[in-house]
């Protein structure tokens, strides 16, 4: 008996202990190490937040290093070979529809919500990639409404006024906390995109006060793709996000749990400027494997993913077309062949990558991969892409951790996103065992 008492005096501390531990995870889509490291980039509020807590010189991501694997990386501990969600968008073979892989129902395994749930805590998630449909409990998704008619613009306001949850949540936040919102008020051009979002959050937090809370900031990424690494609008925009995410930094106080919370700020890959592009279906389509006139015979595809394609076959047991498609590649001019490595399905298990693909095209710094069938196989690029294959520095992206439970002054040279979600685990007491990330110990304080 006495035995048993402790047992569950020790369950009910535990329970204590992850109720009064609040995590708050961040991404910056498009975070570079650089941004936080170096303070010319001016990152005041996270600068802050790294002098008191921890950080790591270079996060490694997984391939292709865009944003919804990389998202879904970091909330299951896992790389997308197991968690299912292998690009932002699904290949299309037959016709580009335009829709990206929301559903959270996509994800293969166990993530942090989910484990929460089970857990019976609070959770919030604020345009959070691949999280319609998602078990949080406050949760206003990325998510937006196809053109009704081509050429027309996608809608967010009607889609997350019916796909947040619970019901009416979309119409709360903008009561008190954003005021009413118009297309134009997700529009990436413009840095509201990440000042409502932060707004959203902050109301969550201070209202709701959830143990696990992830928000999605967008405007760094998409300036990065109009300018490059070192555009002016970038570093406006990552003063922007900073500010941001002090105004979320600032709702825990008021919510009168700061002492209480680990702020976690990541990202989901690098960035690298581009000059070139290649089109490898413009390839598939010369030797007859891809008519972009009869998209119905096709056998093969490259399903472009920014910097990386993937090869996709109607038969994947059709070894006479991937051969034929290797000797085409095989067969380019060196000059062309320089540009890109071939990653085998060896090659791409060791990674994680897309099981359904046969083999796929990795290029060198530079270089970026357009989805056309028609034109030159070579034609001019602009501006900064991501998607390599995730083997360099610029690629990588960041994380600063401070707060709650974490050791300062730490300092991680590299780790993988996917060491994120067994953190965030510990730091709530979750019971999180299919992660293949790793809990590093010494980013945490001794307890």
Do not use: C
């Amino acid at each position: 008996m006495k035995k048993l008492l402790t047992l569950l005096t020790l369950a009910l501390s535990l329970n204590a202990f992850a109720q009064d531990s609040h995590v708050i995870l961040i991404s910056i889509d498009g975070l570079r190490p650089e941004f936080y490291k170096d303070p010319t980039w001016n990152m005041v509020n996270v600068r802050q937040g790294m002098q008191t807590g921890a950080y790591s010189d270079g996060v490694t991501g997984v391939f292709p290093s865009v944003t919804y694997p990389s998202h879904t990386t970091m909330v299951t501990g896992v790389k997308p070979l197991k968690h299912g969600v292998y690009y932002n968008t699904p290949s299309e073979p037959l016709e580009v529809t335009g829709k990206w892989i929301w559903d959270y129902n996509t994800i293969k395994v166990p993530t942090i919500f989910s484990a929460a749930k089970e857990k019976g805590l609070v959770t919030a998630s604020v345009f959070w990639p691949v999280s319609l449909n998602s078990p949080a409990s406050y949760n206003v998704p990325e998510y937006w409404n196809l053109p009704e008619t081509k050429g027309g613009k996608r809608t967010v306001i009607k889609a997350l006024t019916e796909s947040s949850t619970p019901k009416g949540l979309f119409e709360e936040v903008q009561q008190h906390a954003t005021g009413k919102l118009d297309e134009i008020d997700f529009d990436a051009d413009y840095l509201s995109i990440d000042e409502n979002n932060a707004r959203i959050s902050s109301y969550l937090i201070r209202k709701h006060k959830p143990s696990f809370l992830a928000v999605h900031l967008v405007a760094v990424d998409h300036f990065e793709h109009e300018e490059g690494r070192e555009g002016d609008k970038v570093k406006s925009s990552l003063s922007g996000v900073d500010r941001n995410i002090k105004t979320i930094i600032e709702a825990t106080e008021k919510a009168g749990i700061r002492d209480k919370t680990t702020f976690i700020i990541t990202g989901d890959h690098g960035f690298v400027d581009i000059h070139t592009a290649i089109a490898p279906n413009i390839l598939l389509a010369k030797a007859g494997l891809y008519d972009p006139n009869n998209k119905a015979a096709w056998k093969a595809y490259f399903h472009s993913s920014g910097g990386s394609a993937f090869l996709h076959l109607k038969d994947k047991n059709n070894t006479k077309t991937l051969e034929k498609v290797k000797q085409i590649l095989s067969q380019l001019p060196a000059n062309q062949k320089a540009l890109f490595a071939v990653k085998d399905r060896a090659a791409l298990d060791a990674v994680g990558s897309d099981p359904n693909a046969a083999l796929a095209i990795a290029p060198v710094q530079g270089i970026t991969i357009s989805g056309a069938a028609t034109g030159d196989f070579m034609r001019s690029a602009s501006g900064g892409t991501h998607g390599f294959f995730p083997d360099f520095k610029e690629i990588q992206t960041g994380f600063v951790a401070f707060g709650k439970g974490i050791k300062p002054g730490a300092v991680i040279p590299e780790m993988s996103l996917q060491d994120i979600a067994p953190l965030i685990a510990k730091l709530l007491n979750l019971n999180f065992p299919t992660a293949d990330g790793t809990l590093y110990p010494g980013l945490l304080v001794k307890e």
